[in-house]
């Protein structure tokens, strides 16, 4: 079985792919999917985590970017999940990681992003789950408004839904998923 494969059937066996042809679950965005994608029960198994780490990894060797990060809070995982994994795995790939906040802060310096960036970095934008790509698109915007350079997302599920692929790469943004809701639908049938 490939590292594909074992993280399509860990969302399978942490219970975070819920499928209901006939009720569906409401979305952010109001409609209504017959499919659930819940990445945050997923990444809080470690066996999980790892293979996200891994496939997200494979899938960066070849693009060059200095820090990683996206909307709060489902990003925060993801990036701090590859940034560690990129790190043991090899000690020149030193991923920085921030997070995009849904509000300024109200004290302090009113930040909308936290971490580690500089304003000339190279940034990916990670994130669980692609639908509209209003989240994902939230925090380029946010990232290149702060002088950061972003070409590159990477999400774990694009739920091929709602244009979510078109809108992000209109806007010059290269989107990797590491599976697609089509991936998640094989191993439900095949369990």
Known sequence: MTAQEQ???SFHDTQSFKWDRDNGFKLASGEISP??????????????????AQLAYEALTDIEFDCLGGIELGAIPIAVTISDFACAASPQRLWRTFVVRKQPKDH?????????????????????V???????LKAVGVAREAGLQVDHALVIVDRLEQNGRVRVEREKVRLIS??????????VSHS
């Open 7 to 9: 993280l399509a059937k």
């Open 35 to 52: 499919f659930y994608v819940d990445c945050r029960a997923l990444m809080g198994h470690p066996t999980a985590r790892r293979l996200v």
């Open 108 to 128: 302090g310096l009113g930040k909308l992003i936290e971490g580690s960036i500089r304003p000339t970095d190279r940034a990916l934008i990670v994130d669980d």
């Open 130 to 136: 692609l639908t509209s790509g209003g989240s994902l």
């Open 178 to 187: 590491l599976l697609t809701i089509e991936d998640l639908m094989r191993t």
